[in-house]
Nanobody, 122 residues
Framework: EVQLVESGGGLVQAGGSLRLSCAAS????????IGWFRQPPGKQREGVSC????????YYAPSVSGRFTISSDNAKNTVYLQMNSLKPEDTAVYYC???????????????WGQGTQVTVSS
């Protein structure tokens, strides 16, 4: 019943922008945090950003800080990841997942979406 669906990925040139969406169904964001993760080709999945819907706190990996912005529209049960100044190293499959808060380990996130491909050409 609980589902997260990512969308908005695509192919862009370095320096371009994309806006990813994570749409939730089967639950509301009020009591959950939503995290964005990515898995580059041949590498392990890593955390990118997280938003705690309880207080609106946001967190970013150092590699994306200043370039990416996470936001939440609780009325739509949707979290967005605005990605600007994209670099080739941002190329990955991007996933969203839920947790009780942003401080939990990656393995404690659940309800993973199917992922959306982001490819940044140099």
């Amino acid at each position: 019943e609980v589902q997260l669906v990512e969308s908005g990925g695509g192919l862009v040139q370095a320096g371009g922008s994309l806006r990813l969406s994570c749409a939730a169904s089967g639950f509301t964001f009020d009591d959950y945090a939503i995290g964005w993760f990515r898995q580059p080709p041949g590498k392990q999945r890593e955390g990118v950003s997280c938003i705690s819907n309880s207080d609106g706190s946001t967190y970013y990996a150092p590699s994306v800080s200043g370039r990416f912005t996470i936001s939440s529209d609780n009325a739509k049960n949707t979290v967005y990841l605005q990605m600007n100044s994209l670099k080739p190293e941002d190329t990955a499959v991007y996933y969203c997942a839920s947790a009780v808060n942003c401080q939990v380990a990656q393995d404690d996130f659940g309800s993973w979406g199917q992922g959306t491909q982001v490819t940044v050409s140099s």
